[in-house]
């Protein structure tokens, strides 16, 4: 599959300003993938489809899930905000039909993040963050780091930041952000 043909099917799956969000995650990623050694145009596919499941509809949901047979967690469950990652990953599969492994992993562990994550998922995760039109307290603070050669440092930064806000918010932790964060504090040290 094209880029363009992935492009108009990812337009007819998100709205408008998700659909820029994507473009600017795949711009981002390429840059990153300059600086830090990374194949340009995987990472470019990577971003731009990362959020294709970020708008289903519930129905929808259930239809992929039982199609693909995907097996949701508790926290992930019901809850599109952390599954379209795991979702997305096998509609990337199996409607994108892209077979790259890379890829897939990419969107499936751009929420949550992972212990032990290759420079594709890196960098993916934290051009989700960090892309141009992305404006939270911090934000400045993460690029700074992602751009001048400390990615981990950057990725550890936005697992604490995460974990702070879950807490602030009296939500459920996934446990694959603490295993992120753990892996990478453990690495550093
Ligand atoms: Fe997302
Ligand atoms: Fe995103």
Request: aromatic residues 8%; hydrophobic residues 35%; contains cysteine.
């Amino acid at each position: 599959m094209n880029l363009e043909i992935i492009s108009n099917k990812l337009k007819n799956m998100l709205p408008e300003r998700r659909f820029k969000h994507s473009e600017n995650v795949a711009k981002c990623a390429v840059k990153l993938s300059e600086i830090y050694g990374c194949d340009k145009e995987k990472s470019y596919i990577a971003g731009i489809i990362h959020d294709c499941a970020k708008y289903l509809e519930a129905k929808e949901v259930d239809f992929y899930v039982e199609k693909y047979s995907i097996e949701l967690d508790e926290l992930e469950k019901n809850n599109l905000a952390l599954s379209h990652s795991v979702i997305g990953s096998y509609i990337v599969r199996n409607e994108f039909n892209i077979d790259d492994e890379e890829i897939i992993n990419s969107v499936k562990y751009h929420t949550t993040g992972k212990a032990n994550m290759n420079l594709i998922e890196k960098i993916i995760y934290i051009a989700d963050l960090i892309e141009e039109d992305r404006n939270f307290p911090g934000v400045e603070n993460l690029r700074q780091l992602t751009y001048n050669g400390k990615l981990d440092e950057a990725l550890l930064e936005s697992f604490d930041n995460t974990i702070k806000f879950v807490i602030d918010n009296k939500q459920l932790i996934h446990p694959r952000t603490v295993e992120a964060r753990n892996y990478l504090m453990k690495q550093n040290n």
